[in-house]
C-alpha cells in the first residue's frame, strides 16, 4: 500500500462529496440547470478518479514504481484539472471573472486528455503482468 496516494484519493472523494453536497442543496436554486448539470459531471468524475487513486494505492506493491508513477500523476493530475475547471467554468459564469472561461475552458479536455493517457499506461502495464504477479 502507498499511504500518500491512498490519502489522496480519499481527498478527492471527501471534496467530491461536499461539492456535489453543496450543488445538491445550497446551489440548487441558483445554479441553471445546465451549470447544475455540468457540476454533476464534474462531482462524478472526481469520486470515480478518488476511488480508483485509492484502489491504485492500496495495490501499490503490485505495479512498477516507475511507471505506477507515470499513470498514477497523468490520472490524478487529469482528474483536476478536468473536475476543477469545471467548477471554474461554473464560477465564472456567475461572477464578473467572464475572462476566466477563455483560461479554464481549454483545460477541461487536457485534463480528460490525461486521464485517458494514464489509464491507457495502466491497461499496457496491466497486460505486460504475469498471472502470478497479480495475486
Do not use: C
Not at 512498477?64 to 490520472?75: A, V
Request: aromatic content about 14%; proline content about 1%.
Amino acid at each position: 500500500m502507498k499511504k500518500s496516494v491512498v490519502i489522496i484519493g480519499a481527498l478527492l472523494i471527501v471534496i467530491s462529496i461536499a461539492v456535489g453536497a453543496m450543488g445538491a442543496h445550497a446551489l440548487k436554486e441558483i445554479l441553471s440547470v445546465n451549470s447544475l448539470s455540468s457540476l454533476e459531471t464534474a462531482v462524478r468524475y472526481q469520486m470515480y478518479m478518488g476511488i480508483a487513486i485509492l484502489s491504485l494505492g492500496m495495490n501499490y506493491h503490485k505495479f512498477k514504481k516507475r511507471s505506477f508513477n507515470y499513470f498514477y500523476l497523468f490520472i490524478l493530475i487529469g482528474s483536476i484539472l478536468f473536475s476543477f475547471s469545471i467548477y471554474g467554468l461554473i464560477w465564472a459564469d456567475y461572477s464578473s471573472l467572464f475572462s476566466l472561461k477563455k483560461v479554464v475552458g481549454p483545460i477541461t479536455p487536457l485534463g480528460g486528455t490525461l486521464m485517458i493517457i494514464g489509464w491507457s499506461i495502466f491497461i499496457v502495464q496491466f497486460l505486460q503482468k504475469k498471472e502470478d504477479d497479480l495475486q
